[in-house]
């Protein structure tokens, strides 16, 4: 696509929200969870609850995202992600400034999914807030088939994301994400696939494909198979 040539390995660049609570492996904001070099940008006023509305985002902060994203490419990054799905509807106007790939959330992919897995097919989204994830975040796609489910607001997860808290287990965090899923599946008949909007929900995919069956997909997965299209991994190179 832009012409660059050679073994070297691809770069995952993510533009990073402001947050204190633990990022597990398997998280988008730990690099451990990649099998690609990862670069992070830290966006200055990218708060949980700044990032996290169902209203417009301040100019201020689009810019700081649009600065971050650039400052990644400089740096080299070969696909540039973020750390939080409500990002979504800055697809566009970040994409637009940069030559290479970008996916700001997962929320991006449900058009090519309803694609491959039918129009009709049940999407199940699961979110850090429901309260807040709207039509905004999903305006280019019908919203007949999607059913969001997210954090009891009450949970230890949601707590530890909301407040920054770091005195949270895997185990406890696992055990509140289960929670949502188990709600969803039991709610929703027929559901074909789930979408996770939450990156802090990656950690814990393989505990809900196993107990529900369904397949699960996710921003982290996204970044990986654009990088993997653009160039070997490191595990490759070093075998």
């Not at 509807?89 to 058009?111: E, K, M, W």
Request: charged share 20%.
């Amino acid at each position: 696509m832009h012409g660059r040539s050679g073994t070297k390995a691809p770069r995952i660049g993510i533009l990073q929200l402001d947050t204190g609570f633990p990022r597990f492996v398997g998280d988008i904001g730990n690099p451990a969870t990649f099998c690609f070099e990862t670069i992070y940008r830290t966006v200055p006023g990218a708060s949980v609850a700044a990032a996290v509305t169902d209203e417009e985002l301040p100019a201020e902060l689009i810019g700081e995202l649009m600065s971050a994203a650039r400052c990644l490419e400089r740096e080299g990054a070969s696909v540039i992600g973020t750390s939080c799905g409500f990002l979504a509807p800055l697809q566009h106007a970040v994409q637009q400034h940069l030559q290479v790939p970008f996916i700001s959330s997962s929320l991006v992919l449900i058009p090519f999914l309803r694609q491959i897995y039918g129009g009709r097919s049940p999407v199940g989204i699961l979110t850090y807030d429901k309260r807040k994830l709207g039509m905004r975040h999903l305006r280019e796609v019908s919203g007949e088939y999607l059913h969001i489910y997210g954090l009891d607001p009450e949970s230890a997860w949601f707590r530890a994301i909301a407040g920054q808290l770091e005195n949270i287990t895997r185990e406890d965090a696992c055990r509140d994400v289960l929670a949502v899923v188990g709600q969803c599946v039991g709610e929703v008949p027929g559901l074909q696939l789930l979408v996770l909007e939450c990156t802090n929900f990656s950690p814990f995919k393989k505990r809900i494909r196993e107990e529900t069956g369904v397949p699960v997909f996710d921003l982290v997965d996204a970044l990986q198979w654009v990088a993997n299209a653009s160039g070997p991994s490191r595990e490759r190179l070093f075998r």
